[in-house]
């Protein structure tokens, strides 16, 4: 993982953000990336991710419904408290669509990708497929463990 700068500008991935809110394969490394100097940012996308995935844990009986009902309430509270800026997905989707297109890839992971060419920024990712689309387009990541 690269060394933190003051307040660096990074962009989050469904895949940690449900790391941050549900304990399981990665979550002390999502949880430690808080504890760094960064700034967040995200497509309004990932709350809509993150919800899915908190229901197919549900759906897997791998998580109670109000548990998961708790976790998403996390990451809101979260957004409202700053610590994660949403960004309008519509300012962003032209550039995933050509990104989708150009990579061969799903257009919602190109929308995180678009954010962070757009912004300058790092993407904080436990995909591994989008880590090395991100690296392969020269984006600082910083990679958290998935099971």
Known sequence: MPP??????????????VRWVV????SVEAAALLE??????????????????????VADNALAPGVAGQALDVLLQAVADGVIRLIDDERIIGQALLLAM????????????????????????ADDRLSRLARSRAVRVWQVPHG
């Not at 760094?36 to 844990?57: G, N």
């Open 4 to 17: 933190a700068d003051a307040q660096q500008l990074v962009v989050l991935d469904a895949s940690v953000a």
């Open 23 to 26: 304990e399981e394969e990665g």
């Open 36 to 57: 760094q100097e960064l700034s967040w940012i995200t497509p309004r996308l990932l709350l809509t991710e993150v919800a899915s995935a908190l229901r197919r844990k």
């Open 102 to 125: 150009s990579l061969q890839h799903k257009v919602p992971d190109c929308l995180y990708l678009a954010l962070a060419e757009r912004e300058g920024a790092a993407i904080a990712t």
